[in-house]
């Protein structure tokens, strides 16, 4: 039988979006189980993260530019199928390196989001399409936020495989939903052109090199000469990527429409709240999970820990909600030093309030509302900005920089805990979690006076024209 071949309902989208999410959620939750069932170090468990963030972050503007060409329901369906083909390696593995394998495997869940974006540009109906954009970019926190209470639900009562093996039936059912709901390829109206192989080699090893030397630095020592290196070299690396890319016609990524206003406004954003934002987060789950013994933690089992990160979902959508209902009257630009207030206010509730468990969810219930508002702004800022064949490249390449953020926040974090620890090689101290939630905040708040100073200049330039 043949599908829709004219539009694609959002609600299809959004759904494979969501489920590829919540699959990305698996992991942070975790990594004390695996750690003890796989019989791994702490430390090495936390590589099930590092992985598939790596992987995520190198993968993501491939699958962007790819999403630009004619084959995007193939390319939707081949990169779910190694997803789910990670889960099933993931659910089975019989030792630690072979579940790495797996969630080597299900990075490409980052990809995702600017796939179906790039669907969803091409097949929605124009009164749609603002919507649909909208929501698919928030998918990424409200899935996290729906992920984590399923996966301490399904990990306390039947381990971490049974997770992973629920991953494998959420991916199957987005499978049957791209496969009966996006229109058959190949797209007539897409252009087809030579694939950058040399700039994707040149991205991918650059941003894989930075990110561990980022991931790792806390473990190496920042000053160590693996360290020193490993970044150097992803430094030059992405320095000669950025040359080749500007002299190459069809770039992975387009760089001159990097420099668009609105497009550097939401790329900055992305990178400078995907650092504040994770550090908090980060830090956050570690305050939940860890024993009152340590002066801060609040002991929550892993059954529960989940649900702390619950309210992130609910005000992520919430807000979302609000922005499609008033973005046919206030400009995108506005909503961006909106929702990095809400978001600085969240981070400083969470520095100063963290000691009871209804602190927390209010503050990633904020932080929630302030994620949905961000998010949903960023692609529509960038969409309006960029033809539809350029628009795959240039909304991977965001969701890149989030990923970026977010690893460098995460890094960071562990630095600050690593330098406050109570003891070599022992549990952070409560100083250390204090310190770390108020680069936090103040990070938030400087991102926030940015974007506000950025919306009275243009303000100010409008009235003068």
């Given at each position: 039988m043949h599908r829709n071949t004219e539009s694609v309902r959002p609600i299809a989208l959004i759904?494979?979006?969501?489920?590829?999410?919540?699959?990305?959620?698996?992991?942070?939750?975790?990594?004390?189980?695996?750690?003890?069932?796989?019989?791994?170090?702490v430390s090495a468990a936390?590589?099930?993260?590092?992985?598939?963030?790596?992987?995520?972050?190198?993968?993501?503007?491939?699958?962007?530019?790819?999403?630009?060409?004619?084959?995007?329901?193939?390319?939707?369906?081949?990169?779910?199928?190694?997803?789910?083909a990670g889960s099933v390696i993931a659910a089975s593995a019989p030792n630690f390196s072979v579940f790495l394998v797996g969630r080597a495997l299900q990075g490409l869940t980052y990809g995702i989001v600017p796939v179906t974006i790039a669907v969803a540009r091409r097949y929605l109906p124009p009164d749609r399409l603002a919507g649909g954009i909208s929501s698919l970019s928030v998918t990424v926190a409200t899935g996290l936020g729906l992920g984590y209470p399923l996966t301490g639900l399904l990990a306390a009562d039947f381990g971490f495989r049974t997770a992973f093996g629920f991953a494998v039936a959420f991916i199957a059912s987005a499978i049957a939903v791209v496969w009966w709901t996006v229109p058959d390829g190949p797209d007539e109206q897409a252009p087809t052109r030579?694939?950058?192989?040399?700039?994707?080699?040149?991205?991918?090893?650059?941003?894989?090199?930075?990110?561990?030397?980022?991931?790792?630095?806390?473990?190496?020592?920042?000053?160590s000469g693996r360290a020193l290196t490993t970044i150097a070299a992803a430094l030059v690396l992405l320095s000669i990527w950025v040359a080749v890319s500007l002299r190459t016609p069809h770039a992975m990524v387009n760089l001159r429409v990097i420099r668009r206003p609105?497009?550097?406004?939401?790329?900055?954003?992305?990178?400078?709240?995907?650092?504040?934002?994770?550090?908090?987060?980060?830090?956050?789950?570690?305050?939940?999970?860890?024993?009152?013994?340590?002066?801060?933690?609040?002991?929550?089992?892993?059954?529960?820990?989940?649900?702390?990160?619950?309210?992130?979902?609910?005000?992520?959508?919430?807000?979302?909600?609000?922005?499609?209902?008033?973005?046919?009257?206030?400009?995108?630009?506005?909503?961006?030093?909106?929702?990095?207030?809400?978001?600085?206010?969240?981070?400083?509730?969470?520095?100063?309030?963290?000691?009871?468990?209804?602190?927390?969810?209010?503050?990633?219930?904020?932080?929630?509302?302030?994620?949905?508002?961000?998010?949903?702004?960023?692609?529509?800022?960038?969409?309006?900005?960029?033809?539809?064949?350029?628009?795959?490249?240039?909304?991977?390449?965001?969701?890149?920089?989030?990923?970026l953020g977010g690893a460098i926040g995460s890094a960071l974090s562990g630095a600050v805990l690593t330098a406050h620890a109570v003891s070599a090689g022992g549990p952070p101290s409560e100083r250390g979690i204090e310190v770390a939630l108020a680069i936090s905040a103040v990070g938030c708040a400087a991102v926030c006076a940015a974007l506000t100073v950025n919306l009275i200049r243009g303000g100010v330039r409008e009235r003068e024209q």
């Open positions: 759904y494979t979006a969501l489920t590829s999410s919540i699959v990305a959620s698996l992991g942070m939750l975790l990594v004390p189980t695996i750690s003890r069932e796989l019989d791994v170090a936390q590589w099930t993260l590092t992985i598939n963030l790596l992987v995520g972050a190198v993968v993501t503007p491939v699958m962007g530019r790819l999403s630009d060409g004619p084959h995007k329901k193939r390319l939707l369906m081949v990169s779910l199928l190694i997803i789910m030579p694939f950058d192989l040399r700039g994707a080699a040149l991205f991918g090893t650059g941003l894989a090199a930075l990110l561990i030397g980022i991931s790792q630095g806390p473990a190496w020592g920042w000053m609105d497009v550097l406004l939401a790329n900055g954003a992305a990178i400078g709240l995907g650092i504040a934002m994770y550090m908090g987060l980060s830090i956050i789950s570690l305050v939940a999970q860890s024993p009152e013994s340590t002066g801060f933690g609040l002991a929550v089992p892993v059954l529960w820990a989940g649900f702390v990160m619950l309210p992130l979902s609910v005000g992520s959508f919430a807000a979302n909600r609000v922005v499609r209902a008033l973005a046919a009257r206030t400009s995108l630009t506005t909503f961006l030093p909106i929702g990095a207030s809400v978001l600085t206010a969240a981070a400083f509730v969470m520095l100063f309030a963290h000691t009871h468990l209804w602190e927390l969810m209010a503050s990633q219930f904020l932080f929630g509302v302030g994620i949905g508002t961000t998010y949903a702004a960023m692609p529509g800022l960038i969409a309006r900005s960029v033809v539809t064949e350029e628009l795959g490249s240039a909304v991977s390449f965001n969701q890149v920089l989030r990923t």
